[in-house]
């Protein structure tokens, strides 16, 4: 599982690359030299510091790839909801309570790992000059898990010791709230059901249950939260209102500092110079405006002081761990990935559980199916083809075509194209779940090696994936710019949002699709309008219909409609899906996917 690049400065060492080989292999990651560290989700790849393997050595990297490791195996608070006043600052809490459960699991399925756990750890302090409550709590949570739930003693903010103290039985709790050390399931049953019935419908981009060991790990992740929500963030949330409340008075009466902030959030956001300056004394009380600004500051602050766990959902990682070379107190910063990456692994983000669940569901059901094949022509075998044998007699030359293998037979070959509307009532919210659906529609048939291609639509037809592309770091920052389209500002881009000339483009996108080699064809068309086209109108896409539903056109052709008031769908698509909930849209795509791969109508 061990893997180097081309822009390595340093190989592993003997030992750090027995103990990665070992630990990638069981989260199913790869291990490769670089700089700085980092983790590529569309490769699954955990980049190693190659200047910390030389300054800091074997066993602190070690610790680094065990604890990120085992959020790769446990870890699943991403995919579940959470109630807390601000999503990011949730995060933080979690992530800070979330390492010593992994830490602590890691000890137990690899009782050697323990030393190189604490090698990699370095050593967690709250810096005394800190005014945030809030943050000293998310500070302390850590430092205080690092040693065994040892109170801290460093002085706190008003508040933060107490809640230190009122969560800490909560906090041992939610570390040990974990699976077995062997991802053993004790109660397939019991596990199966509790599964279906808590946490299947609650876990974000969730369609099918999973195997029975990843359903066992979303469970104790389930059980761990709620221990969370009861006990803990309810406690930590007083501490973030009374924060947000601090900054907004003081916001409200320096309105000089309220304008920088604003500059600072809309420059990319992260923690502000200045921020500890904030939280100023005062009684009065703020306005709206100004608590939804400190919300946002306090919300940036949190995604620059935390980096998320490598796990479904997870973009990039800072240097893992808690006061490890910052400053002190600090959580470490996420590594940003390159900005032309940034929009489609943000897309691909949310949809990750999708594409997984997707993907493992679909394999799940065609491997048993290619599973039972049998050729016969060969020398040897597991059973004689009885027809040839009769014919050995009259032609002993094909002595060697007696028997049977087993074998998988090639999967059917199936071509699918994706025509997406992007005129401009698809701008805002509809592109970017569009977006969304054609970002799980390309990861689900790249992975499973399907043949598709992709084009967007206003008065002309507007490429973004061709049959013969693959989904490189090129092809992903097109697909992300699809959005623009829709809004008319894409760099380089058709840009003319105001027309959808669905009926010729539906012809010319599905002469592309009929084109292809393949013994079952698909066309897959969303909008959420009916025809405005500058070329076109409604009877033009009934033609376009009528002419692809004949059976010498070989062709599947299915409908969906985006958002609410989309039943006209059903007029145009004999095969169709109507009025789909925006958020749905994504997992809509997943299921049409389904039935062309597996059999079934989409209506």
Not at 90 to 99: K, Q, W
Not at 537 to 550: K, N, P, W, Y
Request: glycine share 10%.
């Amino acid at each position: 599982m061990m893997t180097t690049s081309r822009s390595e400065t340093a190989s592993l060492p003997a030992e750090l690359a027995a103990i990665a080989s070992g630990l990638g292999q069981d989260a199913g990651i790869a291990i490769e030299v670089g700089e700085g560290w980092a983790w590529d989700p569309s490769r699954r790849v955990l980049r190693v510091s190659a200047e910390d393997i030389a300054a800091r050595g074997a066993a602190y990297c070690a610790g680094i790839v065990a604890h990120e490791v085992g959020h790769v195996l446990i870890s699943r608070y991403l995919a579940l909801p959470v109630a807390f006043p601000n999503l990011s600052a949730a995060m933080a809490v979690l992530n800070g309570i979330e390492d010593p459960r992994v830490e602590h699991w890691m000890g137990r399925r690899f009782p050697g790992a323990r030393a190189w756990l604490i090698a990699g750890r370095g050593e967690a302090h709250v810096r005394p000059a800190i005014q945030s409550a809030f943050f000293a709590f998310v500070f302390g949570a850590a430092a205080e898990g690092e040693r065994d739930f040892v109170p801290i003693h460093e002085p706190l903010p008003q508040g933060a010791a107490e809640a230190l103290e009122q969560t800490r039985d909560a906090r041992r709790r939610y570390r040990d709230c974990a699976p077995q050390p062997n991802l053993g399931v004790p109660d397939p049953g019991g596990t199966a059901t509790r599964y279906v019935q808590e946490v299947h419908p609650r876990y974000r981009g969730a369609i099918w249950p999973p195997e029975l060991r990843e359903q066992a790990v979303r469970l104790s992740a389930w059980e761990a939260l709620q221990i969370a929500e009861a006990e803990i963030l309810p406690v930590v949330a007083e501490l973030y209102l009374r924060d947000r409340e601090r900054i907004a008075r003081y916001l409200q009466r320096h309105p000089e500092a309220a304008a920088a902030a604003r500059r600072h959030l809309a420059g990319g956001g992260g923690a502000m110079p200045g921020f500890g300056n904030f939280f100023g004394p005062g009684s009065e009380s703020a306005g709206d405006d100004a608590r939804a600004l400190a919300d946002a500051l306090l919300g940036a602050a949190a995604q620059g002081r935390t980096h998320r766990p490598l796990t479904e959902g997870a973009t990039a990682v800072g240097t893992p761990g808690r006061g490890r070379g910052h400053e002190p107190g600090s959580l470490h910063p996420r590594l940003r990935l390159p900005e032309s990456e940034l929009p489609y692994e943000r897309a691909r983000r949310q949809v990750a559980g999708q594409i997984d669940a997707l993907v493992r569901h679909l394999e799940s059901i065609l491997r048993p199916r290619r599973r039972l094949g049998a050729r016969a022509g060969y020398p040897s075998g597991h059973r004689l083809d009885l027809r040839r044998v009769m014919t050995y007699e009259a032609d002993p030359r094909r002595w060697n075509e007696l028997w049977m293998r087993p074998t998988i037979p090639d999967r059917r070959e199936i071509a699918i194209g994706l025509l997406v509307d992007l005129s401009g009532s698809m701008s805002g919210s509809p592109a970017r779940n569009a977006l969304l659906g054609t970002v799980l529609l390309a990861e689900t048939l790249e992975r499973l090696g399907v043949d598709y291609a992709i084009d967007g639509f206003q008065d002309v037809l507007i490429p973004f994936v061709g049959f013969h592309e693959r989904l490189d770091a090129t092809v992903q920052a097109r697909i992300a710019s699809m959005p623009r389209e829709a809004s008319g500002n894409r760099p380089g881009g058709h840009n003319q949002a105001s027309y959808n000339d669905d009926g010729p483009c539906l012809l010319e996108f599905a002469a592309k699709v009929q084109a292809r080699s393949a013994s079952e064809r698909v066309v897959i068309a969303v909008s959420d309008g009916v025809p405005a086209g500058r070329r076109s109108g409604d009877e033009d896409l009934h033609r376009a219909v009528a002419q692809l539903r004949r059976p010498e056109a070989d062709v599947r052709l299915i409908g969906l409609g985006l958002g609410p008031g989309t039943q006209h769908v059903r007029n145009f698509y004999p095969e169709h899906r109507a009025d789909v909930p925006i958020r749905r849209l994504a997992a809509e795509i997943g299921a049409v996917i389904e039935q062309v791969l597996v059999g079934g109508a989409a209506a």
